[in-house]
């Protein structure tokens, strides 16, 4: 194996940790409602503050990254996410469980942010969106194991454990981040370029309404991965059950998301591509929560919602080229 | 803008699913809301069309 995919292996397995931690709440929801007595809106914004930092660190996270190289920003990352989870897992309160979750949050982005930024500096010119779309089926994939996993450790241990496994695999990578990862030749370090601000409005307005899109979209896939368990255990599934079934839709979207971008390059229609799979994805939705067989309906969402992402990523690139 | 965009819409969504089902008592809301959202893609892809297809408009009228 080259060195770039090993070095590809590493940012894989690292991501993995990230979507884990993330996924966490969802999937000890019933665990942590119980102990803390939170209502669904405290259990929302536990899952949401996860990705809040992001507000505020997107930018001048690059920026550090430039700054100070970002093998060290990913290694602090990690820390917080060590950090954050840690507070999260022996949190005594709803109050407690969101500042472990914010500083689990901050290193999440910071690490999020930085592993883009390795893909692209050991692939650069070559396999780069082969590279890029196995880096970001690492969160998901780190999603679905949170989902079948961690119910059933809670169930054989304790919440407390199966939360700091999260810890444990946010170590891992650490460990595995500091001894086998090493930045390419010529990366990092240096002066910090400066954010340019000087941007056409009309760059500016494909770049709003794009990242309107784009949040839209996720946000739609987020919140039927972090609330299904919770549904499908309120129409009688376990909670291991309703994990398994989630996560393998979650994985089935892995499959169904590069085979979708496959598709929109044979049609060559992207508009109607767009329009059509973000409206039957909807509707599979709505059948998730109002048809029978809502297991059914949680696969057909998997596999539907493959089709509008790699089209609606590619908006803006194509629109405002580099 | 655009991940700030995408990671305030991750971190909204969440807590205001939560809200939504807390005032509906319906575990089903969330996912309704996500139907909801998923919907809404399209006209603010629509948008994002339209802003595109500006330049090309006005270069065409001179």
Do not use: K
């Amino acid at each position: 194996m080259s060195q770039r995919w090993a070095m590809l292996l590493v940012i894989f397995f690292t991501r993995t940790s990230l979507g884990f931690q993330f996924q966490s709440i969802a999937a000890l929801t019933p665990f942590l409602v119980a102990a803390f007595d939170l209502s669904w809106a405290q259990v929302g914004l536990l899952m949401g503050l996860f990705m809040l930092p992001g507000v505020v660190f997107a930018l001048p996270g690059g920026l550090l990254g430039q700054r100070f190289g970002s093998l060290r920003i990913v290694i602090a990352g990690l820390g917080l996410m060590i950090v954050g989870g840690m507070v999260g897992s022996y949190a005594g309160g709803f109050g407690s469980a969101v500042l472990g979750r914010t500083l689990a949050g901050i290193g999440g982005v910071l690490v999020n942010i930085m592993l883009a930024r390795m893909v692209a500096e050991w692939f650069r010119g070559r396999e780069l969106q082969t590279a890029l779309g196995l880096m970001l089926a690492a969160w998901p994939f780190g999603m679905a194991l949170a989902l079948m996993m961690l119910g059933p450790l809670a169930l054989l241990a304790s919440w407390r454990v199966a939360e700091y496994a999260t810890v444990v695999a946010a170590g891992l990578a650490l460990g595995i981040m500091a001894l086998i990862y090493q930045e390419p030749p010529g990366a990092g370090g240096g002066e910090a370029a400066r954010p340019r601000l000087n941007v056409p409005a009309r760059v500016w307005a494909l770049a709003v309404s794009a990242g309107i899109g784009w949040a839209l979209l996720n946000a739609s896939i987020i919140v039927v991965a972090s609330f299904a368990p919770s549904f499908l255990m309120s129409r009688g599934a376990s909670v291991s059950e309703a994990g398994l079934i989630t996560g393998a839709a979650l994985w089935i979207s892995i499959v169904s998301v590069p085979l979708g971008g496959l598709v929109a390059d044979r049609v060559n229609r992207p508009r109607l591509l767009i329009v059509a799979g973000c409206l039957v994805a909807a509707v599979a939705m709505i059948a998730i929560a109002c048809a029978p067989m809502p297991a059914v309906w949680m696969v057909v969402t998997g596999i539907l919602l493959g089709l509008p992402p790699s089209i609606m990523m590619a908006l803006l690139p194509r629109a405002v080229p580099a | 803008m655009f991940y700030v965009l995408f990671y305030l819409g991750m971190a909204v969504s969440q807590t205001l699913a939560g809200l939504l089902r807390d005032l509906s008592g319906d575990p089903a809301m969330p996912l309704l809301f996500a139907a909801a959202l998923m919907a809404f893609t399209v006209p603010a892809v629509a948008l994002f069309w339209r802003i595109e297809a500006r330049p090309a408009r006005d270069a065409s009228e001179v």
